[in-house]
């Protein structure tokens, strides 16, 4: 399994990070650099609590919907 997070000098950041994550949080994550897949925030502001809490929900809930595909799907022989 990736990483989850990770710390830097001048900031931490999460990912990965999907495009349904990035859209869904828009407006809370405009203030923040969005690369591919990571987003980054800044060590010298307050921690988003409830925004990386929003996000941590909804990537969760990716996974287990993908996971469920997954089981769904037809067995390759």
Do not use: C, N
Request: charged fraction near 30%.
């Amino acid at each position: 399994m990736r990483s989850l997070f990770g710390g830097w000098s001048q900031h931490y950041s999460l990912y990965p990070s999907s495009d349904h994550v990035v859209v869904a949080f828009r407006d809370e994550l405009a203030p923040y650099e969005i690369g591919k897949g990571t987003i980054r925030f800044p060590l010298s502001e307050p921690v988003p609590v409830r925004l990386i809490e929003g996000i941590a929900k909804l990537r969760a809930k990716e996974v287990v919907e993908r996971e469920k595909g997954k089981a769904a799907a037809p067995k390759k022989r």
